[in-house]
Every structure is written in C-alpha cells, then in structure tokens.
C-alpha cells in the first residue's frame, strides 16, 4: 500500500512538472490578449517617429551611396589607392632593409648622444672624470666601426639599393597621383553629401526628429488612449462573447447560385471602426492635428520649416486634408470625413469567417483555462501539503518543478524574442520603414506577451533554489 501511494506521489507530481507550467504560460498568454491595455501598450512603445526618420536617414543615406557610385565612382577609386598605398609602403619597407636605414640612424643617433655627453650628466655612474672619457671614447669608436660597416654594406650593394630606390620613388610618385585623384573624389562625394542634407527632405526629416517628444505626447495620450483604447475594448468584447455574438453577428446562409448544388456560407459581421479626431480639450472640441498638433508646434524652438508645417496640418480639417487622407486610408478600406476615420460593413465570409469563429470561442471559453489553472495551482499545493510522503521528497519535487520547467519556458521565451531581428529583413517588396515597423510592433507585442512569464517563472526559479538549498540541507542532515 505504501508502495502504491509512493507511485501514484511521483505521477502527480511528474503530471504538475509537465501541464502546470504549460497552464500557467497559456493563462497569462490569453489574459493579455482578451485585454485591450495590451495592445494599446504595443502602440505606445512603438517609436512611430523614430521608425521614420531613422528609415528616412536610411533612404538618404542609400540615395547618396548610389549618387556617388553613379557619379563619382568613389569605390573604385578607394580600392586603386589602397592598392597603390600598400604598394608603396611595402617598397618603403623593402628599400629600408636593403639600406638598412634603420640600424643605421639608430646608430648615428646613439653615437651623437654619447658624443653630446658631459661628465656632470653621468659623474655618478663613474669612479672620475678619466674613466668616463675613456668609456666614452671607446663606445664611441664601437659605434662608429658599426655606422662604416654599415656605409661598406651600402657601396657593396650599391646597385641594388640603387634599384630599390627607383622603385621606390616610382610608386612614391603614382602614390602621390592617386592620393591626389582620391581627395578630388572625396571633395566631390562630400558635395553631392552636403546637396542632399540641405534639401527640403532632409530639413523636413531633422525638424520631425526635433518634432519627435511633441508628436510622441500627443498620439501617446491624446490618440492612442482616447480614440484607439475604445475601440480595442469593442474589439476584444466581440472576440470575447461567442454566446453574445453568435446569433446577430454570424450568420450562416445559403448560396444558390447553384441550385443543384448549394453551399452553406458563414459570414461574420465584425463592430464598425469609428476613430474621431476631434478631442475634447477642457470643454472645447480641438481638431487633434489642425489645433492641437499645430499649437505645438508653434511652441518649438530650432524648426527649420515651422511655416511648411503649420500650413499643411491646418489643411488636415478641411476638404483639401480629407482628400489628401482618403488617397492613403482607402487601400486598407477606411474612409476619412469630418475629421473620423470609419469603416462601417466590415464583413468576413468563407473560409476567413470558417478560421475566425474557432478562434472566438476559444477566447470566448479562455476564461475556462485562467479558473482551471487557478484551480489545479490549488488541488497540487494542498496535494503536496497533505500527501503522506516524506518531507525530503516534497521539497524534491518542489525543487524540480520551479527549476527546470523555469529555466526551459524563460530559455524559450527570451529566444522568441529575438526572432524578429532575424525573421524580418529587407527585402525588394518590403521597404526599409516596413521593416522597422514590423520589427518595433513585432518585439514589442512579443516583449508584452513574454514579460509576465518570464518575470513569474524567474520568481519560481529563485523560490526553486531555495527548495534545493534545503533540500540539500536535509539530505547532511541525514
């Protein structure tokens, strides 16, 4: 019997090593993605001005390498003068072992500083004045036989330093042409640099970055969590109430066009989108980019172009700013008027609509699994509380289950978020402000999504080695 119990002990405890952390990932997972905070958070960590300039900077920076490829040929240029250069230093180099150019200045060098040597520099390295002269003559006589070996190496092999010198002063002038023909293309290259940093881009581009707090305030807390965090709250309440939902929002129907065959169509109607710039400001309604946004700007220093920018955001209220903003919302099937986004009709059908509603039952139900989990979390503690095995072996089991499933989830999760700096790169249909942005939302929802997790399980692992220091305890004690 007691054998028995010690069997049925470890499968309980291997089943809560394997499912509890499983259930624990899975609630904290679906809690944040059935709360409208989390995706407001994801924007407002998302650097929208940032992303611009910086892939911005990129495309400016990539127009003027191809200008000075096209143009300049610089590239070329820098690789024949680094050939060229290394050419000529490496005929440096040779000439100066030939004529041993080296040894022989250092010895000339030496023989002067022993020649300009006083007795009074010295006295204390002498017994007297007669013993410093002789050793300063004789130093200098060893010197002096070394620098005429050296001058009788040179008219012995005069022919071939000769020749080394030649080539040296070959390549010391095609050196000289082509260090010249490199400056004039530098000088050339920093002109087509200094052409593109004053251009009109460019200075619009240096006054967002000064824009940038002003810009990042105003959609932080006046767009994001007035307008947008209302409409995620509609949105996760319809992907949240299946039992709600289910009678007037999906709808199955029958198409007939082929009578003989018909087929059964779902359609989902999903809530309008209704994203109104007008805010309410201390009483007064203020458009947010034609009064609030050009307030602000009209408050900064060091604008380049203030007068540019307050000109077009005033237009953003009018029928010219509604015209400007349909050419670009219309591809993602909004529509812009009165200062509100709105997209009304939004209809999912056929296999779109058959992929939607497995996955609103499921958040609809996730509740389920956050109330399970609780549950089980519960019947394992007052299992292991109460089970009648030894104490050792509870703390045993403790200890594996914060450590290990810990260290696995957390390893898995910081992995993860490194996936998207890898998996998104630029590509020919992926421009290089695409890609910021995909990678910034990407990181941070995933960095939302993770952090809970990886902060709960850090704690469990820390609680899991303090389970083994004792464990360990227990077992010198016995």
């Known amino acids: 019997m007691k054998h028995n119990k010690g069997i049925l002990f470890s499968i309980v405890n291997v089943f809560a090593i394997v499912i509890l952390p499983v259930l624990l990932v899975l609630s904290i997972l679906l809690t944040i993605v059935t709360t409208p905070a989390f995706y407001a958070y994801v924007l407002k960590h998302t650097d929208f001005i940032d992303i611009f300039v910086k892939a911005k900077n990129l495309e400016i920076t990539q127009s003027i390498q191809d200008e000075i490829d096209k143009k300049v040929g610089l590239a070329s240029y820098a690789l024949t003068y ?121 200075q619009l581009n240096d006054d967002l970055e000064t824009l940038k707090p002003v810009l990042t305030t105003i959609i932080n807390e006046k767009f994001i969590d007035q307008k947008l965090l209302p409409l995620f709250e509609k949105y996760t309440t319809f992907f949240t109430s299946y039992d709600t939902i289910k009678s007037e929002y999906i709808l199955e129907l029958t198409n007939s066009s082929n009578p003989l065959y018909p087929q059964k169509v779902t359609q989902i109607l ?29 408050n900064t220093q060091n604008l380049k172009n203030r007068v540019f920018f307050i000109t077009v955001f005033k237009f953003a209220d009018t029928a010219i700013g509604e015209w400007l903003a349909n050419s670009y919302v219309k591809k993602a099937g909004l529509w812009y008027s009165n200062g509100t986004f709105y997209k009304h009709n939004i209809i999912l059908t056929g296999n779109t609509a058959e992929l939607i509603i497995p996955l609103i039952q499921f958040l609809s139900y996730s509740s389920y699994i ?73 990181c941070n929802a995933l960095l939302g999504l993770m952090a809970p997790a990886i902060g709960l399980f850090l704690v469990l692992f820390l609680c899991g080695l303090l389970f083994r220091k004792k464990y360990i305890s227990m077992q010198q004690q016995q």
């Open 82 to 202: 680094q050939a060229i250069q290394k050419q000529y230093e490496e005929a440096i180099k040779a000439y100066e072992i030939i004529n041993k150019t080296k040894e022989y200045e250092k010895l000339q060098k030496q023989y002067e500083e022993i020649k300009s040597l006083h007795y009074n520099d010295v006295k204390a390295a002498f017994p007297n004045e007669e013993a410093f002269k002789q050793n300063k003559i004789a130093e200098m006589e060893k010197l002096q036989k070394q620098i005429e070996t050296i001058e009788t190496y040179r008219k012995e092999h005069k022919e071939d330093i000769k020749a080394a010198q030649i080539k040296l002063e070959e390549l010391e002038d095609r050196f000289n042409e082509a260090q010249e023909l490199y400056n004039e293309k530098q000088e050339e290259a920093n002109e087509i640099i200094q052409k593109h940093r004053s251009t009109f881009a460019a």
């Open 270 to 298: 999903l809530p309008d989108i209704t994203i109104s710039l007008w805010i309410n400001d201390n009483g007064q309604q203020k458009h947010l980019i034609s009064d609030i946004l050009v307030e602000e700007i009209k």
């Open 370 to 442: 956050v109330y399970g989990t609780f549950i089980c979390v519960i019947a394992y503690l007052i299992f292991i509380i109460f089970a009648s095995a030894e104490r050792v072996k509870k703390i045993l089991w403790l200890k594996r289950l914060f450590i290990y499933p810990s260290i696995v989830i957390v390893s898995i999760a910081l992995i993860t978020l490194c996936t998207p700096l890898v998996l998104i790169q630029p590509s020919e249909n992926i421009s290089i402000l695409l890609v910021q942005l995909l990678r910034q939302v990407t």
